[in-house]
């Protein structure tokens, strides 16, 4: 069937719901909708589809489009749930279960006809974005599969809602007024429910050593105590502030400006942002590397060990956004060069849910006080992980995605000798809308794997990639049939199996000898220096296009038109 998408931005729903349907045979539209209806008309009649689908859409269909076409909505909800401010709402209030539901559009928001619904079940501790990412995602692929096929069936149905719930379903767009944390009162659980609400966006508008700053993501802490309110901590480029029976980590921040003030401002690790506000003599107080079982405190990377013997080294990591800073990938590099000097046979990395990696971060460069040498920096710290990954021979290495990876997140999985994708998963494998060439031996993993022309065709054509569809293509090999918070229990298992295979002895000697091979056939240290032959001219050539595109990508600039790439997906070439 031919399919149009129509979405407020080419984001991850977006995308997911593009790679799935392609995945089973449909051809797919993608027009975005931002704010020009005769730009959507023009789509609508180019593409002339059967059907019109809206994963994630924050302005209304044209009426005349949603009475010639049944256009299907998603809505992050269960049947009877409306309104703009849905998973926000949900998780201020605490549920544990909630839905997704497929509707048809109409002039009243979230008022159609139901063509079907999903189940979810809340995680206890993600934060809103990551649940869209994981649960809801998976709920709104399950709905949008079902209402295609009962569309398709052209005998389905759909079931109208009720005036009287229509009305009572009804809930507004939460303000930050609602938002608000009062810290000489909040206890923490109430606390981690109003910013996991806001989480990524818009955050929680507050006040933090005389100044007003959105907060963004928070964790609970078990030991540090506090006045509540107060500082009492830093780890890791987080704070951690007191509440009136605990503490919580905030891990980024963004500063509060005056609408029409200059440039928009962007989240920055909570320590970056503020900076010499920082009271003098906060301690830091790190966390170790293989933190006891039990405890209840945030960290961003973890290490622990697994099956008969230990044979397993699990190296967790979890970065906001998926973005990785020079800082963090040489913590990551030092955790990796510690897992190591252990005595596992397989060593796996990731294996959390949500991002996997999304490579060099774009908004400590943007913030940096010379951005070209900090993007210079971030990409040699990428490098010397990638390049670890890529020379350790004397044991398995796994990369396990729980989410999405994309540009060197992508590259960094690909050091590894297996790639495992969480269903669902949607890889990037590309540099060019970043106006970057890319390195992180992009030239050395991604041929080897899916062969040259692939190569330039991921690279070249900027568009996502399922994990079944990686699988295809050699990029990764194993799709992993869990939910995002199961995902942890199944790496173990199969890395466990992993380790006690038969052949595993002799797989780690023909890997050394590969290397070994490729290394005489070409040293690493070329492929890294012709790759960043290009990524200096990129990061500080002024006429390169890089500086504007990050700093409209760190203050989310909304794009005027389909881009290109997009434009042209599911047309006759
Ligand atoms: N640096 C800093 N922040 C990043 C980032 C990066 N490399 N990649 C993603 N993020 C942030 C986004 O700004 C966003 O922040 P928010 O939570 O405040 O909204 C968050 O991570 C999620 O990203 P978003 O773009 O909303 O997710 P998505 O799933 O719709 O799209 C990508 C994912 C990866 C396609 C998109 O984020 C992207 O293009 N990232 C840049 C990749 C890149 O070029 N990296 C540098 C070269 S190695």
New binding site residues.
């Given amino acids: 069937m031919h399919i149009l998408l129509v979405a407020s931005a080419f984001?991850?729903l977006t995308q997911r719901v593009l790679a799935e349907l392609q995945d089973r045979g449909h051809t797919v539209g993608v027009e975005l909708a931002v704010g020009n209806d005769d730009a959507l008309r023009e789509a609508v009649r180019t593409h002339a589809p059967r059907l019109i689908v809206a994963p994630m859409l924050t302005t209304a269909i044209p009426e005349d489009i949603w009475r010639a076409h049944t256009c299907l909505i998603v809505h992050p909800g269960p049947p009877g749930d409306r309104g703009p401010s849905s998973l926000d709402r949900t998780l201020r209030e605490g549920a544990e279960s909630w839905g997704v539901t497929v509707l048809a559009a109409v002039a009243e928001m979230d008022a159609g006809d139901v063509w079907a619904w999903s189940p979810l079940k809340v995680p206890p501790l993600a934060g809103k974005?990551d649940l869209y990412?994981g649960e809801v995602a998976d709920a709104a692929i399950d709905a949008v599969l079902l209402a295609v096929e009962r569309f398709a069936s052209g005998t389905y149905k759909p079931k109208r809602q009720k005036a009287a719930d229509l009305a009572a379903g009804w809930r507004p767009f939460l303000k930050q007024a609602e938002r608000r944390i009062d810290w000489t009162s909040a206890s923490t659980e109430s606390v981690l429910r109003q910013l996991r609400a806001a989480d990524?966006?818009p955050g929680v508008l507050d006040e933090l050593l005389g100044t007003p700053w959105y907060l963004h993501g928070a964790y609970p802490e078990d030991e540090l105590r506090g006045t509540p309110g107060e500082l009492i901590a830093t780890r890791a480029g987080a704070v951690c502030r007191a509440t009136t029976d605990g503490a919580v980590w905030i891990l980024q921040m963004r500063p509060w400006h005056a609408s029409g003030s200059g440039l928009a401002s962007f989240?920055l690790p909570a320590v970056d942002a503020l900076g010499d506000l920082l009271p003098a003599g906060l301690p830091d107080v790190t966390a170790p590397l293989e933190l006891p079982a039990g405890r209840r405190t945030w960290t961003d990377m973890r290490y622990s060990e697994h099956g008969e013997h230990g044979a397993v080294g699990v190296l967790n990591f979890s970065f906001p956004?998926?973005?990785m800073s020079s800082v963090q990938c040489r913590r990551l590099l030092e955790a990796y060069r510690f897992a190591c000097t252990r005595p596992t046979s397989v060593l796996v990395l990731g294996g959390l849910r949500d991002f996997f990696s999304?490579?060099?971060?774009?908004?400590v460069i943007e913030a940096a006080p010379d951005p070209a040498e900090e993007s210079w920096a971030n990409i040699h710290a990428m490098n010397d992980l990638v390049e670890a990954v890529i020379t350790t021979t004397d044991r398995l290495t796994v990369a396990a995605l729980g989410g999405?990876a994309?540009?060197?997140g992508v590259m960094l999985a690909l050091a590894a000798d297996e790639v495992w994708c969480r269903d669902g998963a949607i890889l990037?494998p590309h540099?060019r809308?970043?106006g970057?060439y890319g390195s992180e031996y992009w030239t050395y993993t991604l041929p080897r794997r899916v062969g040259e022309r692939e190569a330039e065709r991921l690279t070249q054509s900027a568009l996502p990639v399922s994990a079944k569809r990686a699988v295809e293509l050699g990029m990764a090999e194993r799709v992993l049939q869990a939910a995002p918070e199961e995902l942890g229990d199944e790496v173990m298992r199969l890395a466990t199996q992993l380790a006690g295979s038969p052949d595993l002895a002799a797989r780690i000697a023909k890997k050394q000898a590969k290397r070994a091979e490729d290394e005489a056939a070409k040293p690493l240290q070329r492929y890294r220096d012709e790759e960043l032959a290009h990524m200096r001219r990129n990061f500080f050539d002024r006429s390169e296009p890089h500086a504007a595109l990050r700093s409209a990508?760190?203050r989310?600039e909304k794009a005027q038109h389909t881009p290109a790439h997009v434009a042209q997906l599911g047309l006759p070439r």
């Fill in positions: 984001n991850s974005s990412r990524s966006q989240k956004g998926g973005a999304n490579g060099i971060h774009l908004n999405n994309a540009a060197g990037n540099y809308l970043m970057l990508f760190v989310k």
